[in-house]
T-cell receptor, first 116, second 115 residues
Framework: NAGVTQTPKFRILKIGQSMTLQCTQD?????MYWYRQDPGMGLKLIYY???????DKGEVPNGYNVSRSTTEDFPLRLELAAPSQTSVYFC???????????????FGPGTRLLVL | AQTVTQSQPEMSVQEAETVTLSCTYD???????LFWYKQPPSRQMILVIR??????QNATENRFSVNFQKAAKSFSLKISDSQLGDTAMYFC????????????FGTGTRLQVFP
């Protein structure tokens, strides 16, 4: 298993450009998450999904969109990039939500995004 | 809303010594999970240890152990026999099951292990 994979690893965007951060997991996990980590801070939840076709907002959703057409993929879309979106983005999935002892989130390696 | 507080922005320890990282949280829930994640310079988030609130016994994983004080809402991480590879950011995180099992993170503690 490759686990949770993210592409690209690093990207520079100009203000107003758009891009999609890709996230794929091969563990057949239903729950997936997108977090952002600003310098010197902990991670904050942007969006999450509890299964294909179901998504919901997290703590900091403004400026982002997501979709979940398959169990494996959970892309994050930035439509009009702003300097405030400069951050490191992490995708995560969970092994067995609701099953005692199995609620552990596994993280991808992160995507570093710089908006200039 | 739940909050997680890590009051030590930075800590240092000499190799082979023991260090304790602090974490407090605020919740009105009785059933929840607590985690410590390690983030080395590679930025990968690595699970160190987890604790279920309904378990009285403190979790241990090799050199890592926790001191879970439910009434005090405290969840500290003890690293014994510190190694250079333990140098990293450490994040405490809270999760309230069942679903959607979102993680709420503290701001992290940067740990430097010196030879």
């Amino acid at each position: 298993n490759a686990g949770v994979t993210q592409t690209p690893k690093f990207r520079i965007l100009k203000i107003g450009q758009s891009m999609t951060l890709q996230c794929t997991q091969d563990m057949n996990h239903n729950y997936m998450y997108w977090y952002r980590q600003d310098p010197g801070m902990g991670l904050k939840l942007i969006y999450y999904s509890v299964g294909a076709g179901i998504t919901d907002k997290g703590e900091v959703p403004n400026g982002y969109n997501v979709s979940r057409s398959t169990t494996e993929d959970f892309p994050l879309r930035l439509e009009l990039a702003a300097p405030s979106q400069t951050s490191v983005y992490f995708c995560a999935s969970i092994s067995q939500p609701g099953l005692a002892g199995q609620e552990t989130q596994y993280f991808g390696p992160g995507t570093r995004l710089l908006v200039l | 809303a739940q909050t997680v507080t890590q009051s030590q922005p930075e800590m240092s320890v000499q190799e082979a010594e023991t260090v304790t990282l602090s974490c407090t949280y605020d919740t009105s829930e009785s059933n929840y999970y607590l985690f410590w994640y390690k983030q080395p310079p590679s930025r990968q988030m690595i699970l160190v240890i987890r604790q279920e609130a309904y378990k009285q016994q403190n979790a241990t994983e090799n050199r890592f152990s926790v001191n879970f004080q439910k009434a005090a809402k405290s969840f500290s991480l003890k690293i014994s026999d510190s190694q250079l590879g333990d140098t990293a950011m450490y994040f405490c995180a809270f999760m309230k099951p069942p679903g959607p099992d979102k993680l709420i993170f503290g701001t992290g503690t940067r740990l430097q292990v010196f030879p």
